[in-house]
């Protein structure tokens, strides 16, 4: 072992000190054979006899060099690092194969590294919690009245009490609130969540202390406990923040912690202040009208217990508990799930499919740089020939090739990753925002391993085929016609052949799903929506219950409001009113006049918006029946209403909802219908519209509504006289940061989006490659019959007859790839299934589109080289051979 | 002429070198080569480069060590020597070729039945 060990070293020693020791081997030889020589001379032959002795009784000096070289090292190794430099000098001979070749590879694998850091960050690595694979999300989905998933209050206190699979369970809601009593008010995300949220987490407030268990009592919740980024900003970093009294929504709560900079709420949306849950245990029990929701419930799973055996328990636990006395029981069921999924299980199908997409260019890279490989051999074939018949074994050639792709490869895996340093801030910033991990996405050694990896499978796969092709010598042949013989290319171009029906399939397969991702895309974002969303901008106002305790009051200050936004420069109309496409959905149950009235639960539901006289205009939502609302329709006024159609046509179906009467409350009046208008897509943009009904907000009042301007400036320039609008009329008034209606849309449209640029963007990628390649391959091809051509020439065939040939040609291997390539997107496409909204996966207008389109651009590449081939002129080619 | 491949001989040259180097001390490859002609009374003719490829070997297990100098007729040379390493392993494989020798020479001398 020891002495395995010693020569290892010894061996090493060798490799390194390769030249010395070769020149010391060189000068011991010499001086052997020198003294051999005038011992010999001593003993009586001349010079000349004397020195072919020595050499003799020596033995072979060439051979015992070589023989001392191999044992004094490793020879493999040896001949690699020869390799290596005999490659570079081949590359550096040939700089503009090589710069083309590096590119496309550099391309390949930097979109590649790029995505993989993504889905590394994303899908891989842990959430930002200790053992954070241990913590379950659960939410119940309370199906006919809504598809939201919330917890009834009661269940998760049920769950609490009585689970066995879980260390703790935490609730809580999140809401928006604004910060008053120190200069300008300040909107805020809090979050009321229970006590045991923070030590389930494994988190430390970094100052102060957590919530105490008797806090979470409704009555004993006047605390609070600040994020980190709060504290900086509102608090100067203070430290006697403690024990400090803060204003929330005319609310005074104290100070009782700041928690850590890392810690990242476990919601979508960061959060900027915490209060307990504060919820009223003995009523909830009780299950009656006074049920409240959380929207969240958080677990830590014991040490031992499978998500599927949580799951199983809970289940058993939830087909105990008694329904809430308005609700039937059979439509709840319980979902539980990691945390990781409630993250990124919207995310996750995206990720994927631009993973496989990108390894698809990847191939088509790899076919590209195989095909610029080929065509190399050709003229390498001499080469080939002169050191095969120098002694090299064809495994030694196929080596050098090999060594050759490998240092391509390396060159492009450095482009590769420079690339993907640049790239990546792009493809963060088509992320939503709500996955965690991003904010410190590193490019790190997991990364650069996963560059190197892929570089270096490229390189087989790119560099296997041609280097067996082109360590093919015929020597005699190639030594004696000096490379330019038309012969022994048969399988050759059965190689190219497929290399190029190779491409086009996989373009194909490219083009087909990100064609289908990106019609889903558009027909999410612009088609459909039921309004025009162009030229409005929109800002969210909440207005506190405290000073607008009832509508006489909300509708007083709307009304005013109105009046001065509307006379601000830019201008051109302004509204009030709810937004699609809003987040949840239709919750509020209502009754019609003249029909059985059902308890609460079973009543019909329908999305409730207050809006302005002019909501209707601006979002150019048509007016299909009746009337549209008045400045008449005021308190004083009979109490209006208008409704979508999707609710005309679920509650009127057959007659006409004209002066019918609804209400959502029972202690309401009844409102007349007084007209029906266009659906708009209210509950998120993939799914169908839902049952709207509008009030006139001078009706009703609104503590919550979106003003709405439209004006050809942007956001950042109407903003400012926004805000000192309101400011004017109430200092206390918070108003959230102005958007356009197209951003929103943009947004709640993030994670098709991200598919669709993604996917849309490496299809025209793979469709620009597979052109390339084509086109390579055709020329090729086109070289390598010249003298075919020339002879068919010579022998009458019209140049339109060569053209013909060569399209005929390239039409085969187009065919060919179409085939296989539209029978691997049928299979494949099942994996971007959902990703796409109103087309279906096999969609026949697609790919009718792709196939044509692929087919185009593949015969237009083929022009330049049946065009050449058609300009042959056959007494040079013939005298050339 | 034939090389020297096989383990045996080229376990017997090793030695060799190994007891001339341990008899004469430092020596240069020419030198080892003669001095192998020499008390083999030129029964033994062998290829001289060999006789680099074991030094190379002693070499490499650290049996020998090496050093240039000066040869005789002023010219640069490398000398080799025994190490202790190497002069513990002469011990050893003297002992074991006596060992085999002499159960060789035992079953050559066994006769032949006829």
Known sequence: MLAALRLMVARVRGLIGRRSAEDDVDQEIHLHLAMLTERLMRQGMNEEEAQSAARRQFGGVTATKEELRQRRSFPLIEAFLQDVRYAFRQLGKTPAFTAVAVSILALGVGTNTGIFSIVDAVLLRPLPYKDGAQLVWLGEVVKGDTTDEVTLTPDFLDWRARNQAFTAMAAFNTTERTLTGSGEPLPLSTAKASATLLPLLEVQPMLGRNFRSDEDQKGHDKVAILSYGLWQQAFGASQDVIGKSIRIDDQLLIV???????????????????????????????????????????????????????????????????????????????????????????????????????????????????????????????????????????????????????????????GGLTLAFWTRGVFVSLLPKSIPGLETLPLDLRVFAFAVAVASVSAIVFGLGPALSTARPPVVESLISGGRSATGGVQRQRWLNLLASAQIAIAIVLLTGGGLVLESFWKLRYRDLGFQPNHLLTAHMQLSRARYPDSAKQIAFLDTLLDSVGNLPGVEGVGIGNLPPGEGHATNGFGIEGRQQLPRGR???????????????????????????????????????????????????????????????????????????????????????????????????????????????????????????????????????????????????????????????????????????????????????????????????QPSDVTRMIFAHSFKVILGGVVVGVCCSLWLNRLIQTLLY??????????????????????????????????IDPITTLRSE | MPQIKSEVLQGTLDLMVLKTLAAIGPLHGYGVARRIEQVSQELLRLNEGTVYQSLLRLTQKAWISSKWGVSENNRRARFYSITSAGRKQLVRETESWGRISGVVGRVLQLEDRS
């Open chain 1, 603 to 797: 009543r019909p539901v329908a999305q409730r918006y207050a809006v302005s006289v002019e909501y209707f205009r601006l979002l150019e939502i048509p007016l299909v029946e009746g009337r549209g609302f008045l400045e008449s329709d005021n308190a004083a006024a009979a109490p209006v209403a208008l409704i979508s159609e999707t609710f005309a046509r679920r509650n009127f179906p057959g007659e006409s909802s004209l002066g019918r009467r609804v209400r959502l409350e029972s202690a309401d009046a009844w409102r007349t219908i007084v007209g029906v208008v266009g659906d708009v897509k209210t509950a998120g943009l993939a799914a169908a519209p839902e049952a709207v009904i509008y009030f006139p907000y001078r009706q009703t009042g609104a503590n919550a509504v979106d003003v709405i301007l439209r004006s050809g400036l942007d956001p950042g320039a109407i903003a400012p006289g926004l805000r000192k609008t309101v400011a004017r009329l109430d200092p206390q008034q918070p108003v959230a940061e102005m958007s356009t209606m197209d951003r929103r849309l943009t947004e709640s449209a993030s994670r098709p989006r991200l598919a669709a640029v993604l996917l849309g963007s490496f299809a025209a990628l793979g469709l620009i490659l597979a052109t390339v390649g084509l086109y390579g391959v055709m020329s090729f091809l086109v070289r390598w019959r010249f003298r075919e051509i020339g002879i068919r020439l010579a022998i009458g065939a």
């Open chain 1, 256 to 414: 009782v912690g700041v928690l850590p900079r890392e810690f990242r709420f476990p919601s979508s949306e960061p959060v900027d202040l915490l209060t307990p849950l504060g919820k009223n245990e003995a009523v909830e029990s009780k299950r009656s009208e006074g049920t409240t929701i959380v929207r969240d419930v958080i677990a830590r799973l014991k040490p031992g217990v499978s998500l599927e055996q949580a799951r199983a328990e809970m289940e058993v636990i939830e087909s105990h508990l008694a329904p809430p006395s308005f609700m039937s029981a059979a439509r709840i069921t319980v979902s539980v799930i990691s945390l990781r999924e409630r993250f990124v299980g919207n995310v996750r199908a995206a990720l994927i499919a631009v993973l496989c997409a990108v390894a698809f260019v990847l191939l088509l890279a790899c076919a590209n740089v195989a095909n610029l490989l080929l065509s190399r051999a050709v003229t390498r074939q001499r080469e080939m020939a002169i050191r095969s018949a120098l002694g090299a074994s064809r495994w030694r050639l196929v080596m050098q090739l090999l060594v050759e792709s490998l240092m391509l490869a390396a060159l492009g895996c450095l």
């Open chain 1, 838 to 871: 109103g087309v279906s996966a096999a969609d026949p207008l697609t790919f009718v589109l792709a196939t044509g389109f692929l087919c185009l651009v593949g015969l237009s590449a083929s022009y330049l080289p049946a065009r050449e081939a058609s300009g």
